[in-house]
Nanobody, 119 residues
Framework: QVQPVESGGGSVQAGGSLRLSCTAPGFVSARCGMHWYRQAAGKEREWVGSLDRDGNIRYRSFAKGRFTITKDEAKDTVYLQLNSLKPDDTAEYFC?????????????RGPGTQVTVSS
């Protein structure tokens, strides 16, 4: 089972940047789709963006133009570059691995990394 672990969160001022990492040994051989979600305090979890197993990338509308997903297969890592951060981006960010044919309720999630953006 691929177990993602996120890192790279922190506290920044509005307009700043962070790069989040999701290290997931075996995600390539397992042909995982890799997905970023976030959850702000008191709010529902929301999808941020995905890298599918064919290398296609999709973003939620709020992430387009500001957030970028990349990967480094040699490091078993997927990145989420966060630019032009806003206070509304404050949330815990999670990375999920979705092997082929796995229903969403069985996706494996990492422990998360906190992003706090101050105005």
């Amino acid at each position: 089972q691929v177990q993602p672990v996120e890192s790279g969160g922190g506290s920044v001022q509005a307009g700043g940047s962070l790069r989040l990492s999701c290290t997931a040994p075996g995600f390539v051989s397992a042909r995982c789709g890799m997905h970023w979600y976030r959850q702000a305090a008191g709010k529902e979890r929301e999808w941020v963006g995905s890298l599918d197993r064919d290398g296609n990338i999709r973003y939620r509308s709020f992430a387009k133009g500001r957030f970028t997903i990349t990967k480094d297969e040699a490091k078993d890592t997927v990145y989420l570059q966060l630019n032009s951060l806003k206070p509304d981006d404050t949330a815990e960010y999670f990375c999920y691995c979705s092997p082929p044919g796995t229903p969403i309720e069985d996706w494996v999630r990492g422990p998360g990394t906190q992003v706090t953006v101050s105005s």
